[in-house]
């Protein structure tokens, strides 16, 4: 699954239902033992196919922010898809299109 900055996710949480938010940063680990990759790269884009230990965050839609590791992103809207799903709902809003 690719993943970029800007892009819409999905994610699986410990304690809660799953939680959607806009990326802000991608960090991967250089160290076996970061886990949170907390002293890794910061990086545009990353293939979670890849399987390189590391995390994102992400604002939810009450601009909040949190983390989680790769491995709990259930699903990606691309950036591009967002901006299309926007135009989508105003077409709808303001003509009646579908």
């Known amino acids: 699954m690719k993943i970029k900055l800007g892009d819409k996710i ?3 949480t410990w304690s809660s239902a799953n939680k959607e938010g806009i990326v802000k940063s991608i960090n991967i680990a250089l160290d076996y033992r970061d886990k ?6 910061e990086v545009p884009r990353y293939d979670t196919d890849l399987d390189y230990i590391g995390t994102v965050s992400y604002d939810d839609e009450y601009g909040c922010n949190h983390w989680s590791y790769f491995n709990q992103i259930l699903s990606v809207i691309p950036q591009e898809d967002n901006v299309k799903l926007c135009d989508d709902i105003v077409h709808q809003q303001l003509f009646g299109i579908k």
Do not use: D
């Not at 949170?36 to 790269?41: D, T, V």
């Open 36 to 41: 949170r990759a907390e002293w890794g790269i």
């Open 10 to 12: 999905e994610v699986r």
